[in-house]
């Protein structure tokens, strides 16, 4: 009984001290969750769960300190979302082990661009996640000829800064599954990409007006571009992907506009190509344009029967419309092809059809080797110059 009375007091003298300790151990990281179903989403696939993402993000956006948004597992009936900036907080993560779905009636999206979109944000990662377009009933109605909406691209990013986006599954978008806009220093890494190969439109990856971007361990296969580069798209680096079914990897369309940033520094690194349209292709409109492609290096490509391994075509012009004299004003030059072997589906493996008043320059083809039926394919040059060196096969371009 006598020493009860001395141990309660030392404990309680302490308490205040180990209260002090506890603040001062919290990990400086230490980042504070919303949790989409504690604010009122529900994972069955039917609820409507926009507004309670929107409060988890508005939260986690307005914190002055590291959040997270977390999307437990469960299927998430999205509309329209937008996770608009400017932020307080530079650091949100969000962590998804669920699935977002948009609505199955492509009406509901309409004529939105975008599904889910970042806007003027900066610091956000994105972890995980499965992202459904639904985007099946809007592609019938695109193929049957009817008059139909846009449809919307499925994730957005768009005037925004340190982005990363790791792990994410993508399928059936209405269009474009993931677009990069105006955006500085954007990681994307295993992503899984996926659409039927008669999807119209529904492009991987679509990256424009943006410096630093790395694509990285993907796999993407859809009805349209692998991966899209638009102009005054700078410091692009995309390595380790596996594309197809899909129109390849796509520089371009470029030169529409008159005035239009050009495509610099771009790299394309072990990629394989399986079934696709295209490989590695640079696309221009047959229009008077200030846009320039330049420094480009395609390099380590694998063609699986591909139909255009190699492409370079300045010739677009749908419908022939606003083309004065079929010429392109997009100047390209300094795009070197390096180890790309494997298999085209057709005869010209290599197509450079470059325009009549700004030819292509400083093209270089070393130790490329592809066969057509096991066989030597051809090369076909218009209005290119440059040069090849090592095993160069097809090789009658330079
Ligand atoms: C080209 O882009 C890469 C990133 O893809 C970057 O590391 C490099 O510094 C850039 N080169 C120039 C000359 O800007
Ligand atoms: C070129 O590729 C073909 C088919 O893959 C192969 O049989 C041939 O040996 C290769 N040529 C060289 C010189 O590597």
Redesign the pocket.
């Known amino acids: 009984m006598k020493m009860v009375q001395p141990m309660t007091y030392r404990v309680l003298s302490l308490l205040p001290f180990l209260f002090f300790l506890h603040i001062q151990l919290l990990p400086t990281g230490a980042t504070t969750t919303y949790n989409v179903v504690t604010l009122g989403a529900k994972g069955d696939g039917k609820s409507d769960s926009t507004m309670p993402f929107l409060s988890a993000w508005d939260s986690a956006c307005g914190s002055d300190h590291p959040a997270t948004v977390y999307v437990p597992l469960g299927t998430y009936l999205l509309g329209k979302t937008m996770f608009s900036g400017p932020c307080k907080n530079g650091d949100i993560t969000f962590r998804i082990d669920g699935t977002l779905v948009a609505p199955s009636d492509y009406r509901v999206l309409g004529n939105a661009a975008n599904w889910l979109i970042f806007d003027r944000v900066s610091g956000v990662s994105v972890y995980g996640g499965t992202l459904d377009g639904q985007g099946t009933g809007l592609w019938t109605c695109k193929r049957s000829g009817q008059n139909c909406p846009t449809g919307a691209t499925t994730l957005e990013s768009s005037n925004s800064n340190n982005i990363f986006v790791s792990g994410l599954t993508s399928h059936n978008s209405q269009m474009f599954h993931i677009v990069i806009n105006n955006c500085n220093n954007v990681k994307v890494q295993g992503a899984k990409v996926s659409a039927s190969r008669i999807s119209p439109n529904t492009d991987g990856i679509h990256v424009s007006s943006s410096s630093g971007v790395m694509i990285l361990n993907s796999r993407i296969g859809t009805g349209d571009d692998c991966i899209s580069i638009g102009p005054g798209t700078t410091n692009l680096w995309i390595q380790n992907i596996a594309c197809g079914p899909g129109h390849g990897i796509s520089i371009g369309s470029l030169g529409k506009d008159l005035n239009e940033a050009g495509v610099q520094n771009v790299t394309v690194n072990t990629v394989t190509f399986t079934g696709t349209k295209n490989g590695v292709r640079i696309k221009t409109w047959a229009k008077p344009s200030s846009a320039f492609v330049r420094g480009v290096l395609f390099q380590h490509a694998t063609m699986v029967n591909v139909q255009n391994p190699i492409i370079i075509s300045q010739n677009y012009c749908p419908d022939n419309k606003n083309c004065p004299r079929q010429v392109s004003g997009v100047r390209i030059s300094d795009v070197t092809y390096q180890d790309i072997?494997?298999?085209s589906a057709t005869e010209v493996a290599v197509e450079f059809d470059c325009s009549k008043e700004y030819p292509c320059n400083g093209i270089t083809l070393e130790d490329v080797?592809?066969?057509y039926e096991?066989k030597a394919a051809e090369a076909s040059c218009v209005n290119a110059g440059g040069s090849a060196s090592g095993?160069v096969?097809p090789s009658n371009c330079f």
């Open positions: 072997h494997g298999s080797n592809l066969t096991n095993l096969k």
